[in-house]
């Protein structure tokens, strides 16, 4: 057979069809979007996928962390990254994954890290109230490990319904990210946001979820934490007195408690902190999502 009539012969178009199909059934790779998704130190991306309405589940991983996604509607999957307030600047890959039909989709989206500006402050105090004495130290050390373990372990569904709301009333800070010195010494990062309120103002659940912890704390006095599913918690510290009990379940805006000054504080307030998969938020950097 002439070269011109073999390319033109029916062998040809089934050689053609079957190395379409080929193609068609290799895993397939999107690629990373155009523009890096921006997030500032200690802020919260929302990341939407819009995908079809069979897709049984999606799953993400940043910075070895694994990131659940939820179906936000039909068509619609979301999760929210965390970004931990001393998390370095810089471009890091979120991997999405997703089963379509016996096909695994992979996609990667750039998240780039920014700077944010947190303020710094200098204290003189007396030496007693910075050095912890022998006793003191060893129930501060037990109580942050009991901390570290409670935030191990968070339910695997999202418990929380639409946006998340303030959970008191009062003047907001402004302290979430304070680098702290103190008599030179530089301490942690304050983690929450401080909202000044009179003593025994209500203070609310910011969305529904199980509360985990309740306790009174060297640093943070009485304390609640609710665990709102998917790794994402909620924190109430220094409060005057608690209203619920671990392993209860309670809704938004529910009452857990009351503004106080217990533990280490100078005045009545409430100190609200949100850990999202282990990193230490802005829980307004929350309420400015929208969750549906």
Same mark, same amino acid.
């Given at each position: 057979?002439?070269?011109?009539?073999?390319?033109?012969?029916?062998?040809?178009?089934?050689?053609?069809?079957?190395?379409?199909?080929? *193609?068609?059934?290799?895993?397939? &790779?999107?690629?990373?979007? /155009? %523009?890096? $998704?921006?997030?500032?130190? !200690?802020?919260? =991306?929302?990341?939407?996928?819009?995908?079809?309405?069979?897709?049984?589940?999606?799953?993400?991983?940043?910075?070895?962390?694994?990131?659940?996604?939820?179906?936000?509607?039909?068509?619609?999957?979301?999760?929210?990254?965390?970004?931990?307030?001393?998390?370095?600047?810089?471009?890091?890959?979120?991997?999405?994954?997703?089963?379509?039909?016996?096909?695994?989709?992979?996609?990667?989206?750039?998240?780039?890290?920014?700077?944010?500006?947190?303020?710094?402050?200098?204290?003189?105090?007396?030496?007693?109230?910075?050095?912890?004495?022998?006793?003191?130290?060893?129930?501060?050390?037990?109580?942050q490990a009991r901390m570290k373990e409670? *935030?191990?372990?968070?339910?695997? &569904?999202?418990?929380?319904? /639409? %946006?998340? $709301?303030?959970?008191?009333? !009062?003047?907001? =800070?402004?302290?979430?990210?304070?680098?702290?010195?103190?008599?030179?010494?530089?301490?942690?990062?304050?983690?929450?946001?401080?909202?000044?309120?009179?003593?025994?103002?209500?203070?609310?659940?910011?969305?529904?979820?199980?509360?985990?912890?309740?306790?009174?704390?060297?640093?943070?006095?009485?304390?609640?934490?609710?665990?709102?599913?998917?790794?994402?918690?909620?924190?109430?510290?220094?409060?005057?007195?608690?209203?619920?009990?671990?392993?209860?379940?309670?809704?938004?805006?529910?009452?857990?408690?009351?503004?106080?000054?217990?533990?280490?504080?100078?005045?009545?307030?409430?100190?609200?902190?949100?850990?999202?998969?282990?990193?230490?938020?802005?829980?307004?950097?929350?309420?400015?999502?929208?969750?549906?």
């Open positions: 057979m002439p070269p011109q009539r073999l390319l033109n012969s029916p062998v040809r178009t089934i050689a053609f069809i079957i190395l379409f199909l080929l *193609f068609l059934s290799m895993p397939l &790779q999107a690629q990373e979007t /155009a %523009a890096p $998704i921006q997030v500032k130190q !200690g802020e919260i =991306a929302l990341i939407t996928l819009t995908l079809e309405s069979d897709i049984p589940s999606v799953v993400g991983k940043f910075l070895d962390q694994p990131i659940p996604f939820f179906r936000k509607n039909t068509d619609e999957y979301a999760a929210m990254i965390g970004i931990d307030l001393d998390q370095p600047v810089g471009l890091q890959p979120l991997t999405v994954t997703w089963q379509k039909g016996e096909t695994t989709v992979r996609r990667e989206i750039a998240i780039e890290v920014v700077s944010a500006a947190f303020a710094t402050q200098s204290l003189k105090l007396p030496k007693g109230m910075v050095d912890l004495d022998p006793p003191t130290l060893a129930r501060v050390q037990k109580e409670i *935030f191990d372990k968070s339910a695997d &569904q999202k418990l929380w319904e /639409a %946006a998340f $709301i303030v959970p008191t009333e !009062g003047k907001v =800070a402004g302290t979430f990210g304070l680098r702290r010195i103190m008599n030179g010494q530089p301490r942690n990062p304050h983690t929450g946001e401080d909202i000044g309120a009179p003593l025994g103002a209500p203070v609310l659940a910011s969305n529904g979820g199980k509360v985990i912890l309740v306790g009174d704390f060297y640093f943070n006095g009485h304390s609640v934490i609710i665990d709102h599913g998917l790794g994402l918690f909620s924190m109430y510290f220094h409060l005057s007195e608690t209203t619920v009990k671990e392993g209860e379940t309670v809704i938004k805006g529910q009452a857990i408690g009351s503004v106080g000054q217990s533990g280490r504080a100078t005045g009545p307030h409430l100190h609200w902190g949100v850990r999202l998969n282990g990193a230490r938020v802005n829980p307004f950097s929350l309420i400015e999502k929208k969750l549906g």
